[in-house]
Structures are given as C-alpha cells and as structure tokens.
C-alpha cells in the first residue's frame, strides 16, 4: 500500500556537490529566470496594449429598479432573457417578489463597485485576443439566477451571462445549507476563471475521454489556458482549491502520481474514478485513511502538470494541443512530479 505523506523536506548534502559546479548552476538558473522574466513582462505589455471594448451591463440592477410598465422596454432591449414560453405574468410578478429583492440587495452589497471584477474580465478577454487574433468581445450581462450555482456563467460567441448571486461570498447566508467544497467558489474571485473554464470547454477538442488519463488530459488542458488567460489569478484560483489544498496538492505530488501509476488506473475505463479523483467532490478518494485530508479532483490538478510538462518539452500552438490526443501529450510530456 502507498503511503501518501502530507509534508516532508528536501535536503541538501552540500559537501557532495561541488562548489564550482553548484554556482554554475545558480548562475545558469537566474540567466534563465531572468529572461523568461523579461519575455513575460514584454508579452504581458503588449497585451495590456490589445484594444477591448468592455461595458458590462448590470441587468441585475435594471430588472431590479424597474416596474411592470418597464417590461416592453426590457423585452426589447434584452428578448434572450425573457423566454415567449412565459406570459408577461411571470416577470411582472417576478418584479416584485420579495425574494427577487433580496437577492438583488445581496448582489448590490458585493457588487456596488463593479470596477475590479471589471477590469478582470477586461484583461481576461485581451489575453483571449491576443491568442486568438479573430476573437470579437460579446456583450457582458449581469444577471440573478435564484443562486443557481451549477451555471453560474453562460457563454456565446456574442453573449455572457454572468449570475451575480453565485458569487456573494463562501460564508454568505443564502449558501448555509451547501456543502463547503461548494460554497469555497461562491466567490467574486471566481468569475474570471470561470469564465475562462467556459472558454476552454468551447475551445478544446476531445470527444473519446473514455479512460481515467483522456479525463485527466483534458482538464489539464483546461487549465494550462487558464496559465495563459488569466496569469494575474493565482493557481489556487485557477483550479478552485483553497490555498491549503493547493499547497497539499503539491506537496504529495509525487504520491498521488505514484498511486495512479502504481494501482494501473491511467488505462481505466471504470467510471467511478471521475467521482473519486476529476469531478467536484469534498475530497479525493484514495480509499486511505488520509482521504479526507486531501481536496477533490486531484485527476485534474495531475492532468495541469503533465500538459504543463508536455507544452514546456514541446512547443505547440495552443490550437494544436487543444485538438491533440491525451495519449500523444502523455508520451511527449516528460512529466516527472515534484517530489
């Protein structure tokens, strides 16, 4: 059985490293380091530079602020967000149903300012362009949607939805009865790499993710354009784990890739493995009495660092690994976890 370990320390025998050598080293290392640096900085300048048109409308606040003798207008502003399936009825009681305006005061006490989530989406939709020359900024559309957490953003190529009441904050009051892994990501700092998850699914071509490796392939490539989409969010952010999760994950990499490789589940079909390692779970299940200690879907964060290993050993354009096979990033990838 495997022992995965929570924390554990590198050592260094510096009297078995020859001195000249080790400096050579450091000094090759902040060459290095440096010039990526430099050409980070110069790319992120030119990105900074892309023009995007970027109002987002607060369409939560207009329904909220308007009377039944508003709807024809709405109507016609906005024909997407009122369905022919329901009569005028429908949104003029809407319009005025308690719950609607608490929802609507909830939104408002986190959202008054918009100006930071804002400029986020802003910088998320310039690094979209610049990968991607022909890309054209849709309408942003703020929205409630009676905290419906499972879609808490809707993307077109001209429309985004985004429902303000998913993202009032982990401990708000209208999220007490859902689980923790859950409410960790009713966060404002949530909507961009939502957003970009959105954008990727849209963008990634993989339609037979049959084993536990295609599944683990894919959201890592999921997340290595989050790398590039949205590098002003941290990678804690990126995935959604908690900081400590993050830092979990990467402490017993080298373990959780051992057990994968050891217990032959990178050629699995078995379906069960997305509950216990890829999909949204309180945690991870190793079937270990530490399980609970670890975060869930740690396939996913596996995945990340092998496109991340492969994109690092293998310049590709983000269009061809998008469509590659899993299987052809795996062999390529050169992935050696962290230990």
Known sequence: MIEI???YSLKIKCNSFPVSLFIKTVVVFLFVAVFSCK???????EISA???ELTVERFDQLFASSSPSDLAALKASYPFLFSKKFPDSVWTRRMEDPIQALLATAADSVFGDFKTTEAEIKSFYQHLKYYNKSFKTPRVITVLSEVDYRNKVAVTDTIVLI???TYLGKDHEF???FYEYIKQNLNSTQITPDLATSYAEQLIYQPNRTTFLDEMIYFGKQLYLKDLWIPFKKDHEKIGYSISE??????????IWQYFVEKELLYQTDRKLLGRFIIAAPFSRFNLELDRESPGRLGQYIGWQIVKSYMKNNPTSIL???????QDIFNKAKFKPKK
Do not use: G, H, R
């Open 175 to 177: 999220y007490t009865s």
């Open 5 to 7: 370990k929570l924390n």
């Open 320 to 326: 061809e690994m998008t469509q590659m096979n899993p």
């Open 246 to 255: 993050y830092e979990w994950s990467e402490a017993n990499e080298f373990y």
């Open 163 to 165: 429902a303000l009441d």
């Open 39 to 45: 050409n980070s900085s110069k790319v992120e300048k």
């Open 50 to 52: 892309i023009n995007i």
